[in-house]
């Protein structure tokens, strides 16, 4: 465990802290991770390729599967967000409305 003993969801001293919101300086405990790929300096798209795929930024087919698995999880996201959660939304929203109407 981290923190000299106690988790990250509180103290533990046995009592159940789930929920607990942790203290500013406990996120704070941990050290940033090293930037390698320092998008502010020049060669920064070589730096992240290598980097994050341990590929050349040359690697033109490499690089169009990864912007085809972006824009799939994008994609993805959104129909859900879109779809099935508007979805619930709008089936709840409707029930309500038809007990409006028969008042």
């Known amino acids: 465990m981290r923190n000299g003993g106690k988790s990250s969801a509180g103290v533990s ?3 159940d802290s789930r929920g607990v ?7 704070d405990s941990e050290p940033e991770p090293e930037d390698n790929v320092r ?3 020049e060669g920064w798209k070589q730096r992240y390729y290598k980097t994050k795929f341990d590929v050349d930024v040359s ?10 698995s ?3 999880g994008l994609c993805w996201v959104l129909r859900y967000y879109y779809q099935v ?3 619930a939304h709008l089936s709840h929203w409707c ?5 409006i109407r028969n008042l």
């Open 13 to 15: 001293d046995g009592t």
């Open 21 to 27: 919101k942790r203290k500013a300086e406990d996120s």
């Open 39 to 41: 998008l502010w300096e």
């Open 59 to 68: 690697d033109e087919g490499f690089r169009k599967k990864v912007v085809q």
């Open 70 to 72: 972006y824009v799939e």
């Open 85 to 87: 959660t508007l979805r």
């Open 95 to 99: 029930r309500m409305s038809t007990n």
